[in-house]
């Protein structure tokens, strides 16, 4: 096979959606997505889809995943190689930002809080929207930021089931392209 | 005033890596290279153990392992299981029957004649251990008559393919717990951390793959006194166990290989036991690759000390999971020993301020009742 | 008995734990987070748990800086390098800090403070700070879980009372974000004040113990200490109260090495060769542009 005339001569296939699941691009996200929870506030915005790159990045068959809202395909589960559990066992659970929460996740225990949820909520747009100022480890000082497509509620729940700190949940707001985290350790208010 | 060379560290690495290559090849001209089938074979129960703490079974690799490891325990399991970690796992088997074991040993402590009959097989157990002069300049034609007159000599034995398990004799008469029937998925160490407590199948795990001499001297205390196992050995087995896998298509399990293991079940007294039913003797038991007899009763020891301790609490060391589990493995306890050969100029540093400001302190304080003293 | 490695030596499954853990233990600051911890083909102490990070850290992209006792030339560290280069094609090394995306480190924090955009790896023998005063790891997960650190304290009150100081020399405790106490890793109290509001993500790997915890940018971390008897870190100041300097660069704002020369006497120089390199670097610039 002559590699020159290989690639001058393919057309652009839409490569991203078989790129998300190759290593070396789960391993990009990987270092944006750990930013953003190191950084909560800060939009990192990945080089495709983020749901599903950020499905594909963390997920594998030794961990449990909810789909609460069913948004995926049936494709995309079988492909995920996942353990499936209800919402309110799985270590992520995957849901529609826009309506209220209707399930109380796994707060963890005293002994392993690792063991509470990882919530990606999937919104409309990160950077614009209703404004939030943050607070907590990974933030200097104060941040600022805007979600659109997220239920007030959630807020709401953040803040209780992150009430008795080490126990909680961490937020991933996922949107088009972007992630922002919020971990159960930022603290978050509406701006009027 | 000289400066301490920032270069040098890669180069000492590089020259220790062609020492040690000058050291493996020192016989110089008149130097055999040993071969991957001679130490498989002439050195079967070194391999039998690498394979055992390497936790893979593939003897030609632990042949060679031990080869470029230049023949230390420790560091060709380590190398096995190294190699081990960074293959990905493509099927798992169900749970094999021991039953099925294609046996070149058996033998039982507890009861004269057993169902299927004794065998004791390869055993130094009751060898004399005088040294075998006559091996030493072994002829390479006398070397390969051995197996050859033994081969032309023995009958051809009228032996069953697999023998009944002595257990299951005692379990018939009800001198032992019917098998629970376990449907929950075996722990895997391998994938998960082990945070106590753990099942006991996780503790079985991490017994298989121990070091050799780390299990034995835990379960040694439990036999001296500290524990009261008393085990009796009900049965213990060597031979080839046949490795079935489903059938990609059909389902159906076929055998895809055989690994050579060892298995000892020991029988304990009965215990008080405030649960139901009638008591009963109580069971230990030990598995692991290769031909490792000594491992193997010291695990089913240890299995029967830890359900103990896992029920009533420990009251010794060889009964506590933690105590036992985390101080067995052979990589680990070898890694951290080894480090403490590295550089720790800067913590030593840090131990020295303490130390002159605590003895500065000291002073001062020594001086200062000296001084009021005089007054 | 062919034996091709993933780039990373780790498959991808293990690369993904490492992942989930470290989000996890970004989130609970200072919590250790359990993991399988993969065997190495290096011994278990020699940065194996920091290793398993690198590697589920690092891409084509990344410029990796290791070091052990501050120096890049250190037989561990180039050992460790090397291993990466290795396993790892297409990846740049440096032993400048200033162009490191990602630093593995044994013993120290470089004395440079670290960039937003860095990651500092560092390898733990001993991840819980508890287990001086409590063996059994059961018991440590409920204390540090109630963030009940009494019995710690107690014991660093003990040796006030002994030594009138507090003898803690490295792995000096210290707590994050007002909850979990940490081993640091065997740092110099030195560099503890470096992990306050640090600028950069800190990642602690624990292979043998098989832990991962983490110190986020911008997180209060505070060495463990009392009112009358503060935290200090180490004295490089003379018998006459003077403080030493770098014998190679001059430095007075760095942790040095204690050397012996052969007649006795004693010889300090930069535990961090590459900050050691820059003061020389910029001092010989000075003194050019001073007799230009």
């Known amino acids: 096979m002559n590699n020159h005339l290989n690639t001058t001569l393919q057309p652009t296939l839409p490569t991203t959606l078989l790129s998300i699941w190759q290593a070396d691009t789960q391993q990009r996200a990987f270092r944006k997505i750990m930013n953003a929870f190191a950084r909560p506030g800060v939009i990192e915005t990945l080089e495709s889809e983020a749901l599903l790159l950020t499905l594909a990045t963390l997920l594998d068959g030794a961990t449990t995943f909810a789909d609460f809202d069913g948004i995926l395909s049936e494709h995309d589960m079988a492909r995920l190689e996942v353990a499936t559990a209800t919402a309110e066992q799985a270590r992520f659970v995957l849901t529609h930002g826009e309506a209220a929460p209707a399930f109380t996740p796994s707060l963890g225990t005293l002994e392993s809080p690792d063991m509470g949820a990882t919530i990606l909520l999937k919104i409309q747009a990160i950077g614009s929207g209703h404004r939030l100022k943050l607070t907590g480890p990974g933030v200097d000082g104060a941040c600022e930021v805007a979600v659109n497509g997220l239920h007030p509620a959630w807020i709401t729940a953040h803040q209780s089931w992150n009430s008795a700190f080490p126990l909680g949940v961490d937020f991933l707001l996922v949107a088009e392209h972007q992630v922002m985290a919020l971990p159960r350790t930022t603290r978050i208010e509406g701006i009027k | ?237 060597v031979g080839y166990l046949p490795v079935m896998l489903p059938h990609p298509i059909t389902g159906e399990p076929v055998e895809v290989g055989e690994v050579l293991m060892t298995e000892c079940e020991v029988v304990a007294m009965y215990e008080d036991d405030d649960s139901k039913g009638a008591p009963t003797f109580t069971l230990g038991y030990g598995a692991c690759f290769g031909h490792n007899e000594v491992k193997a009763i010291a695990m089913a020891i240890l299995d029967r000390a830890l359900q103990k301790g896992m029920r009533d609490g420990p009251s010794n060391p060889s009964e506590d999971p933690e105590f036992v589990l985390l101080h067995i493995d052979g990589v680990d306890s070898m890694g951290f020993a080894s480090h403490y050969k590295m550089p720790h100029y800067v913590t030593f540093q840090s131990d020295m301020d303490r130390l002159r400001t605590t003895q500065k302190k000291h002073e001062s304080v020594k001086q200062q009742d000296v001084n009021e003293g005089v007054q | ?209 098989k832990k991962i915890y983490a110190v986020p940018p911008h997180t209060k971390g505070e060495p463990l200490a009392f009112e009358d008897v503060p935290f200090r870190v180490e004295s490089f100041n003379d018998a006459q109260g003077k403080r030493r300097a770098c014998a190679r660069c001059g430095a007075t704002d760095s942790f040095l090495d204690e050397f012996m020369n052969e007649d006795g006497s004693k010889r300090y120089q930069c535990s961090d060769s590459d900050y050691c390199d820059e003061t020389l670097q910029a001092s010989k610039m000075t003194e050019a542009a001073t007799y230009a």
Not at chain 3, 1 to 11: E, H, I, W
Not at chain 3, 144 to 171: C, M, N, P, Q
């Open chain 2, 1 to 237: 005033m000289g400066y301490v060379a920032i270069k040098g560290g890669g180069q000492a690495i590089q020259g220790a890596e062609e020492v040690l290559e000058a050291l493996r090849t020192a016989e110089g001209e008149h130097g055999t290279p040993l071969t991957m089938q001679a130490i498989e074979n002439q050195l079967r129960l070194l391999t039998s153990r690498i394979v055992s703490e390497g936790g893979l079974y593939h003897p030609q690799l632990a042949a060679l392992a031990i080869k470029q490891s230049q023949g230390d325990t420790l560091e060709a399991a380590f190398a096995l299981r190294a190699y081990r970690s960074t293959k990905p796992r493509l099927l798992e088997t169900s749970a094999q029957d021991t039953g099925s074991m294609r046996l070149i040993r058996r033998i039982s402590s507890a009861f004269k004649d057993i169902p299927g009959g004794q065998m004791l097989g390869p055993t130094y157990d009751y060898a004399l251990r005088l040294m075998r002069l006559d091996l030493a300049n072994e002829s390479a034609e006398t070397f390969r008559a051995v197996a050859r007159e033994f081969l032309a000599e023995t009958p051809e034995p009228n032996l069953p393919d697999t023998f009944p398990k002595v257990v299951e004799a005692l379990r018939a008469e009800g001198l032992l717990p019917p098998v629970e029937n376990h449907t929950e998925t075996p722990f895997d160490i391998t994938r998960e951390p082990l945070i106590f407590p753990v099942p006991r199948s996780a503790a079985l795990a991490t017994m298989a793959r121990a070091e050799t001499g780390s299990i034995l001297a835990l379960a040694y205390s439990n036999m001296r006194g500290y524990g009261d196992v008393h085990p009796t050995v009900a049965e213990l087995r």
């Open chain 3, 1 to 209: 008995m062919s034996a091709g490695y993933n780039f990373g030596f780790l498959d991808e499954h293990a690369k993904k734990e490492v992942r989930r853990a470290i989000l996890k233990a970004i989130s609970i600051p200072g919590y250790q987070v359990p993991y399988s911890s993969r065997e190495m083909p290096m011994g278990r102490g020699f940065g194996t748990g920091g290793l398993q990070l690198t590697l589920s850290l690092i891409g084509a992209n990344d410029t990796l800086k290791v070091i052990d006792q501050g120096s890049d030339d250190s037989v561990n560290a180039v050992n460790l390098r090397q291993f990466i280069e290795m396993t790892c094609p297409g990846i740049d090394t440096t032993t400048h800090l200033s162009e490191a995306t990602l630093i593995q480190s044994r013993h120290r924090i470089p004395e440079t403070p670290l960039k937003p955009e860095q990651v500092l790896v560092l390898q733990v023998p001993y991840p819980d700070p508890l287990v001086v005063v409590e063996p059994s790891e059961d018991k440590r997960k409920i204390m540090h879980g109630e963030a009940d650190y009494a019995r710690l304290l107690v014991k660093l009150y003990e040796d006030i009372v002994k030594f009138d100081e507090i003898t803690i020399s490295h792995r000096y405790p210290t707590r994050i974000n007002d909850h979990y106490v940490i081993d640091p890793s065997p740092i110099p109290r030195w560099d503890v004040p470096k992990l306050d509001n640090s600028p950069a993500l800190v990642l602690f790997g624990a292979g043998r113990e």
